[in-house]
């Protein structure tokens, strides 16, 4: 992880905008709802707080459900009753199967779900009941699980992207990131080849022109270099348009590339070949919502599974609930702002 989270100031920063609200919650019954699915939110987090994992992912997915309500009614994309959100939109099944095989659908796209009106305002992909996604699939995208697997197959997990090469020019035909995570089979392996088959699950990619490489010479291998044991970082280059370069234009530029997680900005891999990404705050309300149905309504099984003396998987869903409480609000807020602020 790359990142200082602080909940408390994101839940200051909610509180705050619910006396000045932002976007289209101005007024009206968009107020209100703001206002009041807030509190909700943050009632139900904090209620979170003080339980165990037998209750918590219920109170965790249902103040991110509430506080997806006060998204929709700040979002000045959503005209009429379209901020209005009416059930789920989103499914959860297979509960028989092995935990990282749970599968996930949708509804269709262009239904009132708050799954599906919420992932069309955040240019997030729906499923619909045809395609089935696996919880893993989506376990893996998120930030907070990098060290937290599943299971022992091939991952595809976000990819941190360094602007750090762009702060440091102020103009340049190329758009340089230090890009970060890549996982540890594809350093390993060291070819071309092995990188251009692992960056096919990340639309953000497409398109690089260049690498920084071990040595002179087209055929010269990527030059990865370690900073923990587990994944590589490596210099990679995009062309720019023509006649331009600014260190605003490639930002821009990184910005249409990649999405932002706390601040910072990550290519995220597409699951179960989908055309793009899942925005994280849907992929994070994906795992809650599968996680909240086993516990409600399969609660023999959900002991089992977050039992730490017999299930692998007791300690991941441990620290993936810990992280939600803790990276959520400061999704919830930034995002708050990011759809009260689009003209």
């Known amino acids: 992880m790359y990142m200082q989270i602080d909940p408390l100031e994101a839940w200051e920063r909610l509180r705050a905008s619910r006396s000045s609200r932002p976007g289209r919650a101005s007024g009206g019954a968009r107020a209100k709802t703001y206002a009041t699915a807030l509190e909700q939110a943050q009632q139900m987090f904090k209620a979170a707080e003080v339980v165990g994992p037998q209750t918590r992912p219920l109170l965790v997915f249902y103040g991110l459900s509430q506080a997806g309500r006060a998204i929709a009614a700040a979002a000045v994309d959503l005209k009429g009753e379209d901020w209005n959100l009416t059930s789920h939109g989103i499914h959860a099944s297979g509960y028989h199967l092995d935990f990282a095989d749970i599968e996930i659908r949708t509804d269709p796209a262009g239904t009132a779900g708050s799954f599906v ?138 910005s249409a590339m990649t999405r932002s997680y706390a601040g910072h900005r990550y290519f995220f891999p597409a699951v179960a070949g989908l055309p793009c990404e899942l925005h994280p ?63």
Not at 198 to 210: D, I, K, N, R, V
Not at 310 to 319: F, N
């Open 117 to 254: 009106r919420l992932s069309k305002l955040l240019r997030s992909p729906v499923w619909g009941n045809d395609t089935v996604v696996r919880l893993e699939e989506v376990w893996d995208t998120l930030p907070a699980n990098l060290q937290y697997p599943l299971t022992g197959r091939e991952r595809f997990t976000p990819l941190y992207a360094s602007t750090d090469p762009i702060a440091n020019t102020d103009f340049h035909p190329l758009l340089t990131l230090h890009v970060g995570d890549i996982l540890d089979r594809v350093v390993d392996n060291g070819s071309r080849t092995a990188l251009d088959e692992f960056l096919q699950s990340y639309p953000g990619t497409a398109g690089y022109e260049e690498y920084a490489r071990r040595r002179t010479g087209t055929d010269a291998e990527p030059d990865y270099v370690r900073h923990h044991p587990d994944a590589g970082w490596l210099y990679m280059h995009w062309k720019m348009p023509a006649e331009t370069g600014t260190k605003e234009e490639r930002l821009e530029r990184l």
């Open 281 to 343: 705050l849907m992929a994070w309300w994906a795992v809650l919502y599968a996680l909240s149905m086993l516990a409600r309504y399969q609660p023999a099984q959900w002991a089992n599974h977050i039992n730490v003396d017999g299930s692998r998987h007791a300690v991941p869903i441990e620290k993936i609930l810990e992280r939600a409480m803790e990276h959520l609000p400061v999704l919830i807020a930034d995002t708050i702002e990011e759809v009260a602020a689009w003209p």
